[in-house]
Nanobody
Framework: QVQLVESGGGLVQAGGSLRLSCVAS????????MGWYRQAPGRQRELVAH???????NYADSVKGRFTISRDNAKNTVYLQMNNLKPEDTAVYYC????????WGQGTQVTVSS
C-alpha cells in the first residue's frame, strides 16, 4: 500500500507563494509519472500538474506560468511551487501517480485570501 504524505499548505494572500511537498512510500517512485491534484469545495478533483519520470512537465491552463512541478527521486518527493496565487486556487491539494494508486493522502489545505 503506497502512502502519500502532503505538506506545505497554508493561508496566503492573493499574489503570494507556497511550496507544497509530497513524499511517496514506494520503491517504484522514480519510474512513475507523478501529479498534483486539487479539490475545491463542491467541485471534482482535478489534475493541475504532472511530471514524467524523466522530468517532462505539463500543466492545466489555469495554473500555467504560475505553478512549477518538480521531483527528487532520491527523496521520493514531488514538489509544487505555486506563485502569484489567486483566490480560485483555494483547495485541498493532493499528490498521486498520474495512474493513481488506490489510496490518497490527507492532502494539504491551500487558502488564498483576496
Amino acid at each position: 500500500q503506497v502512502q502519500l504524505v502532503e505538506s506545505g499548505g497554508g493561508l496566503v494572500q492573493a499574489g503570494g507563494s507556497l511550496r507544497l511537498s509530497c513524499v511517496a512510500s514506494t520503491i517504484t517512485f522514480s519510474i512513475n509519472a507523478m501529479g498534483w491534484y486539487r479539490q475545491a469545495p463542491g467541485r471534482q478533483r482535478e489534475l493541475v500538474a504532472h511530471i514524467s519520470p524523466g522530468g517532462s512537465t505539463n500543466y492545466a491552463d489555469s495554473v500555467k506560468g504560475r505553478f512549477t512541478i518538480s521531483r527528487d527521486n532520491a527523496k521520493n518527493t514531488v514538489y509544487l511551487q505555486m506563485n502569484n496565487l489567486k483566490p480560485e486556487d483555494t483547495a485541498v491539494y493532493y499528490c498521486n501517480g498520474v495512474v493513481t494508486w488506490p489510496s490518497w493522502g490527507q492532502g494539504t489545505q491551500v487558502t488564498v485570501s483576496s
